[in-house]
C-alpha cells in the first residue's frame, strides 16, 4: 500500500523556525494535509495543499510540496511553546473513499 | 469540530467481551470514517462509510465491524475485544471543502 514517512522528533528554541519533513509514495495524491495533535486531544486540521501547488502561505504556517520528490514540508514561523504538539502528514489518493494515510507524526518540542 | 461527537469517550473492558463505540455528526455529511490510533503507527484506517448501509474495509478492518443505519450515526464494533485492540479512536467525516475533520476519540482500553 502506498506510504507517508515523517522523522519522529524535533526540537526548536522559542522564536525560532521549524520545518517538518514528510515524504510519501502515492503518485495519485490529491490533497497533502497536515494535522496537529495536542496531548489528549483530537486531530486538529492546520493546512492543507492541493497537488498542482507548490507553496501555501497561512499567517505563520507555510507549506511547500516537491511533487517530483514526493516531500511536503511544514514551516512554523516565531515557534511558540504553544506549538509544541505531535504534527501529522496525511495524503488523500484519487480513490472514491477519499481517506488519508497518515505518517507516524512528528513530535515538536519547544525549548524555552 | 464539524460536529462530530464520539461516545464513550473512555472504556475499559475484558478479553472477549463484545463493545460497541458511536460516532455522531450533526451536518449530513455522507462519508464517515473509523481509524485507530496507535504510537508509532499514526492513524490507520477501520471502515469507512459512503452513505447508508454503505459500509467497506480499511487497512485494520480484521476484528471489527461497522453498520450505519442514520446518516448521522456509524457504529464501530468490536465483536469479542482482544488486548492488542486497546487503542484510540477516532471517527472522522469528508467535508464538502476536501477536508477531513476528526472527533475528539475515544480510549479504549481491553484487560
Known amino acids: 500500500g502506498e506510504d507517508v514517512e515523517q522523522s519522529l522528533f524535533l526540537s526548536v528554541r522559542e522564536g525560532d523556525s521549524s520545518v517538518i519533513n514528510c515524504t510519501y509514495t502515492?503518485?495519485?495524491?490529491?490533497?497533502l494535509y497536515w494535522y496537529k495533535q495536542e496531548p489528549g486531544a483530537g486531530l486538529q486540521l492546520l493546512t492543507y495543499?492541493?497537488?498542482?501547488?507548490d507553496m501555501k502561505q497561512d499567517q505563520r504556517l507555510t507549506v511547500l510540496l516537491n511533487k517530483k520528490d514526493k516531500h511536503l514540508s511544514l514551516r512554523i514561523a516565531d515557534t511558540q511553546t504553544g506549538d509544541s504538539a505531535i504534527y501529522f502528514c496525511a495524503e488523500r489518493g484519487s480513490g472514491s473513499a477519499r481517506q488519508l494515510t497518515f505518517g507516524s507524526g512528528t513530535q515538536l518540542t519547544v525549548l524555552p | 469540530d464539524a460536529g462530530i461527537t464520539q461516545s464513550p469517550r473512555h472504556k475499559v473492558t475484558e478479553t472477549g467481551t463484545p463493545v460497541t463505540l458511536r460516532c455522531h455528526q450533526t451536518?449530513?455529511?455522507?462519508?464517515m470514517y473509523w481509524y485507530r490510533q496507535d504510537p508509532g503507527h499514526g492513524l490507520r484506517l477501520i471502515h469507512y462509510s459512503y452513505g447508508v448501509k454503505d459500509t467497506d474495509k480499511g487497512e485494520v478492518s480484521d476484528g471489527y465491524s461497522v453498520s450505519r443505519s442514520k446518516t448521522e450515526d456509524f457504529l464501530l464494533t468490536l465483536e469479542s475485544a482482544t488486548s492488542s485492540q486497546t487503542s484510540v479512536y477516532f471517527c472522522a467525516i469528508f467535508s464538502g471543502t476536501d477536508t477531513q475533520y476528526f472527533g475528539p476519540g475515544t480510549r479504549l482500553t481491553v484487560l
Open positions: 451536518e449530513n455529511h455522507r462519508y
Open positions: 495543499i492541493f497537488s498542482n501547488m
Open positions: 502515492d503518485s495519485s495524491s490529491t490533497y
